[in-house]
């Protein structure tokens, strides 16, 4: 995604309606590395604006899904994320405490099906989700 001023240039350029709910959005999403869930940012949301709408979140988080200015990821922790990163990268999934974490510098041209298995599948694109445990989840003490 773009920066929050970027974002509501685009939107008027876009002719869409630039409101304090998107802007606020835009706002929590800009650099946000956590790879935040609907709820997670509709919670920061309200810090700022209290009256927002859980209804208006997922409406924004879906325009700028749209627009392609945001990831929907699923990686298995029970609710989808949002990842304003929309470069290509990869994730690390922490199994304790659902934390998500950005990998880049993965060469996956190099992650191929055995022939065998390919049975007639065309392969579009390779994800990576390393799981285990963060850092702050792992005992204290242990290294690595
Ligand atoms: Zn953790
Ligand atoms: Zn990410």
Redesign the pocket.
Known sequence: MRTAAEMTELYRQKGLKITPQRQCIFGILEANTTHPTADAIYESALETMPSISRKTVYTVLHELNELGELLTLDVGTGSLRFDPNVERHHHTV?R??G?VGDVRGIDTARVRMPASEQVGFEVEETEVIFRG??K??RPKGRKS
Do not use: E, T
């Open positions: 922490c304790k405490c934390s445990i963060c702050l989840c």
